[in-house]
């Protein structure tokens, strides 16, 4: 040791310069301030997980409304595009009430939620919120008065919104006509009614993150992107939730989920649409309500196609090719495709054993419906054979659709159906349903328990205001 020493320092020792205890007492000494170190670290990290989860966030100031002419009407104009694809009126309005105003109902499993007035009222609505409260709303989900917001309300994903975007729609928000009309009480069942809960939710669930555009894909994949993730908010109802009322993620990210008693079909490779969808069929189908190889827009659906009408060509486009790219669809409809959708066309016979319901279809829906019909007073003439819901693993959206109607309002051309609630009993309307698949999807395997879901969704018909 003390010949290393020396051919290393040039010095020579009698003794190491050190001893056992000397080691020991220094690795102690490191042991100590590692220990120093790793205790403010975790004691940082509490503090911000604490700062976090904490529930109670300060109010922020009412003010007032801002004039009239304070943002240009270019703003007001985008403002009021980025409303229409964040279907904003949509969950804003109650059935036959003002836009806007709030107060339609949400059933969710934790109980009712209504929606809240988004008009510029100083009282009921938005009119004292300044500009960092609504952003503060829409990104963070806490509203002025430091309340949190539920996720019903979808700030997940409006909080995707650019700077730009989300002051447009503030100016937007601000112009619109101010109506007074208070919410109703939401009805949640405890301990969901405890909205202090939600700061751990947001923890767990929530990123409030702007977009980031993908530097690797095109400005056209990007733009979809940013509206399908962000004002668009797909996901809420195209993917299913957990156990907390969070969308899902990996595998189960847009694998479909059921909204308002209504399916939302998987938007990945694993859609049941008889003929995969194409991004010409896609845009198409977000265009102008229908596609000519799955079906029309109802339900839900129906405003969102409508509001999609308002937007630029360009953006429409760009939603249809992101969604593409996410179901691995082709541009548009090969060959083998067409081929395939002309054998279904011609393979729906008339299915044995289904005569009950072979006579209710021939009453109410051969008309529109039957091949080589020509419509008289809607503008359906939709083929049933490639209509994606009949082919889909339930009859909610069939049975939705004969008890309430399809309704496709400001798309021209959408094609409009009757609702036949009041003209077929539940074993009328079961039996059409199982015609239906046997005649038009031969290859799926029947549904069952139609009977008790159309019961439970005529209930649900005969509860709307």
Partial sequence: MANALYDATGVRFRSPPFSPAR??????????RGKRRWWWAGALAVTGLLATLWPWRASLAPVSRPATNLYSAETIERGRLVAEAGDCAVCHTAEEGLTNVGGRPFETPFGTL?????????????????????ERAMR??????????????????FAKLSNADMQALYAYLMAQPAVAAPAP????????????????????????????PDPARSPQWNRGAYLFEGAGHCGACHTPRNLFGAE??????????LVDGWEAPALTADSRAPVAW?????????????SDFHGVAGGPMAPVVAG???????????????????????????????????????????????????????????????????????????????????????????????????????????????????????????DLVHYLRARFAPGETPWKDVGRTVAEIRREHNQQP
Avoid at 114 to 134: E, H, K, Q, R, V
């Fill in 308 to 430: 999609l009408a308002e937007l630029p060509e360009s953006d429409v486009r760009a939603i249809a090719h992101y969604v593409a790219t996410q179901m691995d669809a082709p541009a548009s409809a090969t060959e083998a495709q067409q081929r395939q959708a002309r054998e279904r066309l011609a393979a729906s016979a008339e299915p044995v054993g289904q005569e009950a319901g072979q006579r209710v279809f021939d009453g109410a829906c051969a008309s529109c419906h039957a091949d080589g019909a020509a419509a008289s007073f809607t503008g359906a003439r939709q083929s049933l054979a490639l209509n994606t819901n009949l082919h889909s693993e339930r009859p909610d959206n069939v049975i939705q659709s004969i008890l309430g109607g399809v309704h496709v309002e400001g798309v021209a051309g959408g094609g409009e159906m009757p609702a036949f609630s009041h003209s077929l009993s539940n074993r009328q309307v079961s």
């Fill in 248 to 257: 899902k993620t990996g595998q189960a990210r847009l694998a479909g989920a």
């Fill in 140 to 157: 963070e989900g806490i509203s002025r008065d430091g309340r949190h917001l539920y996720p019903a309300f979808p700030y997940t994903d």
């Fill in 23 to 32: 080691v020991r007492a220094s690795l102690q000494a490191r042991r100590d």
């Fill in 278 to 290: 194409t991004e010409e069929s896609l845009f198409q189908y977000l265009r102008t309500g229908r």
């Fill in 114 to 134: 209504y929606s809240t007035n988004l008009t510029p009222d100083p009282d009921t609505g938005i009119g004292n919120w300044s500009y960092a409260a609504f």
């Fill in 185 to 212: 009480d939401n009805d949640l069942r405890f301990p969901f009614n405890v909205r202090s809960m939600m700061a751990g939710w947001n923890t767990l669930f929530h990123r409030d993150r702007t977009f980031q």
